[in-house]
Nanobody, 126 residues
Framework: QVQLVESGGGLVQAGDSLRLSCAASGHTFSWYSMGWFRQAPGKERGFVAAIHWSGGRRYYADSVKGRFTISRDNAKNTVYLQMSSLKPEDTAVYYC???????????????????WGQGTQVTVSS
């Protein structure tokens, strides 16, 4: 049973930075690609970023490209999302997720991820 626990959310002002962390347990973390998704009030959950299981490839939604950076530390079983130049429209609950198949390229489709954290709230004030 995989457990994913996010942390690092909070209330910040527009232009600030924040780093989210997601600690994983219960699986061989290094075998799995990881993703971050977010859900704003009244909206569907959407893709933010993903990182290949090797750490060698990273993918971003257009809305965060150049501002957010996903990374992983396989020794710590942790994936990070460094968020900079935050905007009010980045306000959402952020979820990390583990890809359903080990050793494979991640996608932007949430259905392809089968383990999810509980989410952490990020609120950006203007």
């Amino acid at each position: 049973q995989v457990q994913l626990v996010e942390s690092g959310g909070g209330l910040v002002q527009a232009g600030d930075s924040l780093r989210l962390s997601c600690a994983a347990s219960g699986h061989t973390f290094s075998w799995y690609s990881m993703g971050w998704f977010r859900q704003a009030p009244g909206k569907e959950r959407g893709f933010v970023a993903a990182i290949h299981w090797s750490g060698g490839r990273r993918y971003y939604a257009d809305s965060v490209k150049g501002r957010f950076t996903i990374s992983r530390d396989n020794a710590k079983n942790t994936v990070y999302l460094q968020m900079s130049s935050l905007k009010p429209e980045d306000t959402a609950v952020y979820y990390c997720a583990m890809y359903g198949s080990r050793g494979t390229e991640p996608t932007q489709e949430s259905d392809a991820y089968d383990s999810w954290g509980q989410g952490t709230q990020v609120t950006v004030s203007s």
